[in-house]
Nanobody, 124 residues
Framework: VQLQASGGGLVQAGGSLRLSCAAS????????MGWFRQAPGKEREFVAA????????YYSESVKGRFTISRDNAKNTVYLQMNSLKPEDTAVYYC??????????????????WGKGTQVTVSS
């Protein structure tokens, strides 16, 4: 599976962005998908995840209620809708996939596939 994230940019605090992650390769619908982020000088951290069917989602406490992960298996794409953005959301955002047909643990070391990141900058 090859992943390509897009949709990052510069936004003011309180604004919104939607990230997309397009996947190529077979069996996209059999992969759970996740978003991680990495701010300068910090470790990469989990943001959100979604099951292969889209019926189960997980969020970090820092984004719960503000971010929404979704997927369209017909388009081989996963999305991250980010609302009420804060300056502390500034980071490079990465989409990732764990081994096929697995759902956890959602840690960077547990992912098999990574997309190139997309920069999100939130100004105060």
């Amino acid at each position: 599976v090859q992943l390509q994230a897009s949709g990052g940019g510069l936004v003011q605090a309180g604004g919104s962005l939607r990230l997309s992650c397009a996947a190529s390769g077979r069996s996209f619908s059999m992969y759970a998908m996740g978003w991680f982020r990495q701010a300068p000088g910090k470790e990469r951290e989990f943001v959100a995840a979604i099951s292969w069917s889209g019926g189960t989602t997980y969020y970090s406490e820092s984004v719960k209620g503000r971010f929404t992960i979704s997927r369209d298996n017909a388009k081989n794409t996963v999305y991250l809708q980010m609302n009420s953005l804060k300056p502390e959301d500034t980071a490079v955002y990465y989409c990732a996939a764990p081994p096929i047909a697995t759902m956890s643990p959602w840690s960077p070391g547990g992912m098999d596939y990574w997309g190139k990141g997309t920069q999100v900058t939130v100004s105060s």
